[in-house]
């Protein structure tokens, strides 16, 4: 009888759809309003209740490690290919087989066992002061290190994963020496010693201490979206131009927002039922928006904002290679003294 009365009670405090569906824990970086209504559609078509702790990357790997066998997380989210790679080899992805995910997600947006996925893509731009520079003059990532660009070009430390994932797909394609000239170069045509985001560098442009800058393009989006304090005037980013660089070679850089499911899943079909959501159509306009990105299925428009920078190749690279090269990319820097 009394356990009776407990059920009923259990049912009073939660839907019984989601009761009866269970739940699904979400442990994010990403911290977007747009994503609210990701979460609550998923709820409402599913069932399933989503728990979610959203927090820095490295404090969430951190967490996961620290927690072993006992963690809750079913579902790590984060950005970068080369983070992704990362937090693989600690362990903390298992590999899972999707014919939904496989289908719609490109296979080199993905891990070749299912470990993480790519759920919208960034392209890592050349963005330029239009008073100072000539577009034609900085149409590939070589360019930058040519020395007519002396004292123009501001990037981030090397040390930062964007800097790394874009020096391995220069290892990629191009091998380490020429890699290493183009790391002597680039640092070479520094106009001021790395610091600060990729808004800092749009910044630069704006304050004109930068005439050149690398960026990720959600970045420049955003401030198109009037949502970057200091980059929301219009004379700002009127002044600012966009290059997809690589369009006659290997295509601009790209990285991945991504995530997979945790080693020990308490809830492992939850957790791939939300990866899948996460590749339909709806989702994917959400989840894109919610950091001005490009879905990675075909036929979904993206923002306005992103949509106003233009058409481009995308460098097809399998992004596993970033992972596997950012060890190497680092020596590199490392080698030519980029801080
Ligand atoms: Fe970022």
């Given at each position: 009888m009394r356990v009776l009365v407990a059920a009923a009670a259990a049912v009073i405090a939660f839907p019984l759809a989601a009761q009866a569906a269970g739940e699904v824990n979400i442990y994010s970086s990403r911290h977007y309003d747009t994503d609210e209504r990701l979460y609550s559609d998923f709820e409402e078509a599913t069932g399933i209740t989503v728990n979610r702790i959203e927090d820095k990357a490295n404090v969430l790997i951190e967490r996961i490690k620290a927690e072993?066998?006992?963690?809750?997380?079913?579902?790590?989210?984060?950005?970068?290919?080369?983070?992704?790679?990362?937090?693989?080899?600690?362990?903390?992805?298992?590999?899972?087989?999707?014919?939904?995910?496989?289908?719609?997600?490109?296979?080199?947006?993905?891990?070749?066992?299912?470990?993480?996925?790519?759920?919208?893509?960034?392209?890592?731009?050349?963005?330029?002061?239009?008073?100072?520079?000539?577009?034609?003059?900085?149409?590939?990532?070589?360019?930058?290190?040519?020395?007519?660009?002396?004292?123009?070009v501001c990037t981030r430390t090397s040390s930062n994963?964007?800097?790394?994932?874009?020096?391995?797909?220069?290892?990629?394609?191009?091998?380490?020496?020429?890699?290493?000239?183009?790391?002597?170069?680039?640092?070479?045509?520094?106009?001021?010693d790395p610091e600060g985001g990729d808004t800092d560098q749009l910044r630069a442009i704006a304050s004109g201490q930068c005439a050149i800058a690398v960026a990720n393009t959600y970045y420049f989006a955003r401030a198109l979206?009037?949502?970057?304090?200091?980059?929301?005037?219009?004379?700002?980013?009127?002044?600012?131009?966009?290059?997809?660089p690589d369009q006659d070679g290997n295509g601009t850089h790209v990285n991945i927002s991504g995530g997979g499911v945790v080693a020990n899943a308490p809830n492992r079909d939850n957790a791939i039922a939300f990866l899948e959501y996460l590749a339909t159509d709806a989702a994917q306009k959400y989840f894109a928006d919610g950091n001005n990105e490009y879905p990675v299925v075909d036929d979904i428009e993206a923002s306005s904002a992103v949509e106003s920078l233009g058409e481009f190749e995308a460098d097809d690279l399998p992004l596993v290679k970033l992972g596997e090269n950012q060890a190497a990319a680092q020596k590199v820097y490392n080698e030519v003294g980029y801080q």
């Amino acid at each position: 009888m009394r356990v009776l009365v407990a059920a009923a009670a259990a049912v009073i405090a939660f839907p019984l759809a989601a009761q009866a569906a269970g739940e699904v824990n979400i442990y994010s970086s990403r911290h977007y309003d747009t994503d609210e209504r990701l979460y609550s559609d998923f709820e409402e078509a599913t069932g399933i209740t989503v728990n979610r702790i959203e927090d820095k990357a490295n404090v969430l790997i951190e967490r996961i490690k620290a927690e072993g066998e006992n963690s809750p997380a079913d579902i790590l989210l984060t950005v970068d290919a080369g983070r992704l790679y990362q937090a693989d080899q600690d362990g903390l992805f298992q590999p899972l087989s999707s014919d939904e995910l496989e289908d719609r997600i490109p296979e080199n947006l993905r891990h070749p066992d299912g470990h993480w996925f790519g759920f919208s893509t960034r392209a890592r731009a050349i963005f330029y002061d239009k008073a100072k520079v000539d577009p034609a003059d900085i149409q590939t990532y070589a360019s930058l290190a040519d020395p007519k660009l002396k004292g123009m070009v501001c990037t981030r430390t090397s040390s930062n994963i964007y800097m790394l994932s874009l020096m391995a797909a220069v290892l990629e394609h191009k091998g380490e020496e020429d890699a290493k000239a183009w790391a002597e170069g680039l640092w070479a045509n520094r106009a001021r010693d790395p610091e600060g985001g990729d808004t800092d560098q749009l910044r630069a442009i704006a304050s004109g201490q930068c005439a050149i800058a690398v960026a990720n393009t959600y970045y420049f989006a955003r401030a198109l979206s009037k949502d970057v304090r200091d980059l929301a005037n219009p004379d700002d980013t009127d002044r600012i131009g966009v290059v997809f660089p690589d369009q006659d070679g290997n295509g601009t850089h790209v990285n991945i927002s991504g995530g997979g499911v945790v080693a020990n899943a308490p809830n492992r079909d939850n957790a791939i039922a939300f990866l899948e959501y996460l590749a339909t159509d709806a989702a994917q306009k959400y989840f894109a928006d919610g950091n001005n990105e490009y879905p990675v299925v075909d036929d979904i428009e993206a923002s306005s904002a992103v949509e106003s920078l233009g058409e481009f190749e995308a460098d097809d690279l399998p992004l596993v290679k970033l992972g596997e090269n950012q060890a190497a990319a680092q020596k590199v820097y490392n080698e030519v003294g980029y801080q």
